[in-house]
């Protein structure tokens, strides 16, 4: 085998030619291999313009974030955000409570609204105020509205309790009852249907005047009925007729004066004519008309008058 000799200082190593050739194209393949590398190498990661764009959007992020922390932190500190609740509005365990006024802008449900302990509760609105009751189909049952100077109620009973729970006022589609011992009216008072009371007094130093323009006034009693003035005149008017009638046959005029003004006066007989006097005699028909005659004629010959 031939060999290669290598004179390096003073020493000489002799290398086989084939050994000495590989050892050459493995450092020549490695040259090689350098250059392609450094010729086509890409590096890795993000660099340049893409590198400015990503940290100016994560910037960009961080400062909104941070901006919103802010603004929360600022809402939590103007509502006065707490685990009692916000502001003037605390939740405890009956309910929501309101330290203030409260504005609602639309509808409200709820199962009670009460004032605070020596509080009075104002509701106000610039139009009306409705308040409806629903049955569970969601229907309106009651409805209760205050609107521009007046105030209706729907409903099939309207009552008014005291705060005993006493009944003081009862309405409903059959009758009107007054569950207190006196109602008194400054001005006139108009029933269009009847009315039922123990008692109808006029006020003190003026006249009571019960009156019926196109129709009649009946006064019934299941006992009795009672028509007295204490301190004037009784008087009572009629275009047509005036009919007192008595279950137990019994009509009782107790007065110390008693006058029948305009008595129909019964025709004397010539024959028997007597000198007018101021004294007559009260006749009364089978019809029950009454009339009066001169003290000399006989009732029954006033057949002109009881026909």
Avoid at 19 to 41: L, N, W
Wanted: charged share 25%; proline share 2%.
């Amino acid at each position: 085998m031939d060999r290669l000799t290598l004179n390096r200082s003073s020493t000489e190593v002799e290398i086989p030619v084939q050994i000495f050739v590989e050892i050459m194209g493995q450092t020549q393949g490695k040259t090689d291999s350098a250059e392609f590398q450094d010729e086509y190498h890409q590096p890795v990661g993000i660099y340049g313009w893409r590198k400015r764009c990503l940290y100016g959007l994560i910037l960009f992020l961080m400062i909104v974030v941070i901006m919103n922390l802010a603004l929360t932190v600022w809402i939590l500190r103007v509502l006065d955000f707490s685990i009692h609740g916000m502001g003037k509005l605390r939740v405890t365990e009956e309910g929501i409570r309101v330290e203030g006024g409260a504005e609602f802008l639309k509808s409200i449900y709820t199962a009670r609204i009460r004032a605070r302990k020596n509080s009075r509760l104002d509701i106000e609105s610039d139009k009306n105020i409705n308040i409806n009751a629903r049955d569970g189909l969601k229907n309106v049952t009651n409805s209760f509205i205050i609107g521009d100077r007046k105030i209706l109620s729907y409903s099939e009973s309207f009552q008014v309790m005291d705060k005993e729970g006493n009944m003081r006022l009862l309405v409903n589609e059959d009758e009107m009852l007054l569950g207190v011992d006196e109602m008194t009216c400054s001005n006139k008072a108009i029933f269009n249907g009847s009315i039922e009371t123990p008692a109808v007094r006029g006020p003190i130093s003026k006249s009571l005047s019960i009156e019926s323009q196109t129709s009649s006034i009946h006064i019934s009693g299941h006992d009795s009925v009672v028509i007295k003035s204490p301190a004037g005149d009784t008087q009572i008017h009629s275009s047509d007729s005036i009919r007192f009638r008595s279950e137990d046959n019994k009509i009782i005029l107790n007065s110390t004066n008693i006058y029948l003004k305009n008595v129909l006066e019964a025709t004397p007989n010539t024959a028997r004519r007597s000198r007018r006097s101021s004294v007559y005699q009260l006749c009364v028909c089978k019809s029950g008309q009454l009339y009066r005659a001169d003290p000399g004629v006989s009732c029954s010959e006033a057949k002109d008058v009881c026909g």
